[in-house]
């Protein structure tokens, strides 16, 4: 079973880099087949300079993943194969145990993830985002938000980590429902959070005080029978020049939060479209539907893992000897973790389906509620403010897209 189980990993994860390879090779060479020319459907509405740029950013972006790639890939055979969690528990094994041990092992692997992902993040921010005038962030706002981040991941995780290891020991055959029922209700509660506690921690959120376009927005959400706790406008200016608008919080925390690049490239009537296409996803319950989704899916794998935890070839299949039981329960959760993405990659398309979905009927609804013709505008000088490629692959759209490509995305508005 172990050399069997090994060798499905392993088959499974070269289908995962050969198929990941070779869409990206598509669309690095469908992108610059397209560039010499902007597409006849946007002729006139985007500048052949603009849709170049956007051509030349989306092959540096799936160039520079290939790189991630690469890392990804030997940080993960590193850790299994080639004996990297083994010595790990090794380590830590004779000198604590219990939850502390579970906690410092845990904590030591997200640690030399973060060390080997740190360049990866430099070079992205600071040479590609920097070459294509996306960047406007300063290396001391990028390490002061690594260790916001870091220091906040410490105060939440460690405690919701010592609780799901508790559980894990305590619970007996079924602490895997515990722990999703625990999981689950740790979600609700961030999302509740998120906008007061969280998300100031890291952005300035300013009341909006455009009289007009306030009271526009306000006769939209009252025509939708949407109601939010304020509309509020986040200075993302100072990371990067990329514009947006999203809902965040739940219940009665839910704000709406433009950035300020978007508020001063758009006009009046295309932010209202903006945000109708917004309060789509709303009254359509898309964010409701892929919540429930995404429980149900890790009631599943932790129903699974449940099932593993105590299966030798689990362990040894992936280059780890079994501890005592309670080093088990640490032990299948990490190899878990590291497998899963690996034999669930392939569900990727339908996941990418079901988002584009959305966003076609968040369309339809905003066409309805909004003005169609504002909205494509609106899509149009984002999609140039992005340099999101208007001539993508359609294989690497169908695989990983969570938005349908622009020509297809526009001319369902436009038949409206």
């Known amino acids: ?60 972006r799936s160039r520079f993943g290939r790189m991630g790639l690469a890392v990804e890939v030997a940080l993960l055979l590193a850790l299994t194969f080639g004996g990297g969690l083994q010595a790990l528990h090794d380590f830590w094994s004779p ?107 890291f952005n300035k959120f300013a009341p909006l005080d455009d009289a007009p376009l306030k009271a526009r927005i306000e006769a939209l959400l009252a025509r939708c029978g949407f109601a939010s706790s304020g509309l509020f406008i986040m200075d993302g200016s100072k990371r990067s020049s990329h514009g947006n608008a999203y809902f965040t919080g739940f219940g009665k925390t839910k704000r709406i939060v433009f950035f300020d690049t978007l508020i001063g490239r758009l006009q009046p009537t295309e932010i209202e479209a903006v945000l109708a296409h917004e309060l789509g996803h709303f009254k359509h319950r898309h964010v409701v539907k892929r919540i429930v989704l995404l429980f149900a899916m890790s009631l599943g794998f932790l ?56 966003e076609f009927e968040a369309d339809r609804y905003a066409a309805a509620h909004a003005s169609a013709n504002d909205l494509v505008q609106a899509l149009v000088k984002l999609y140039e403010d992005n340099a999101a490629t208007l001539t993508p692959d359609p294989l690497h759209s169908l695989f990983y897209d969570s938005h349908p490509p622009a020509a297809l995305r526009i001319a369902r508005l436009n038949g409206v």
């Open 1 to 60: 079973m172990t050399n069997t189980f090994s060798l499905a990993f392993l088959l499974a994860l070269a289908l995962m880099v050969g198929l990941r390879l070779w869409l990206s090779q598509r669309q690095i060479a469908h992108v610059l087949a397209h560039r010499a020319a902007v597409p006849a459907q946007f002729a006139g509405r985007v500048e052949l300079a603009a849709h170049q740029k956007a051509a030349d950013y989306a092959a540096a």
């Open 95 to 201: 000198r604590i145990d219990g939850l502390a041990y579970g906690v410092a092992l845990i904590f030591s692997l997200m640690a030399i993830s973060s060390l080997l992902d740190l360049p990866l993040s430099l070079y992205r921010q600071f040479v590609i985002e920097e070459k294509f005038g996306f960047n406007r962030m300063t290396l001391k706002l990028f390490f002061a938000d690594l260790v916001k981040q870091t220091a906040l991941g410490a105060a939440i995780g460690t405690p919701v980590l010592l609780a799901v290891l508790w559980l894990m020991a305590r619970m007996g055959n079924l602490w895997w429902l515990y722990v999703w029922l625990f999981w689950c209700v740790f979600n609700l509660l961030i999302l509740f959070i998120y906008p007061t506690w969280i998300a100031p921690l």
């Open 303 to 358: 129903a699974a893992l449940g099932q593993l935890i105590d299966a030798p070839w689990f362990f040894n299949g992936l280059g780890v000897q079994m501890g005592n039981p309670g080093q088990n329960t640490v032990l299948a959760l990490i190899l878990f973790y590291l497998a899963v993405p690996v034999f669930t990659f392939l569900l990727t398309p339908l996941m990418s389906l079901l988002s584009r979905r959305n």
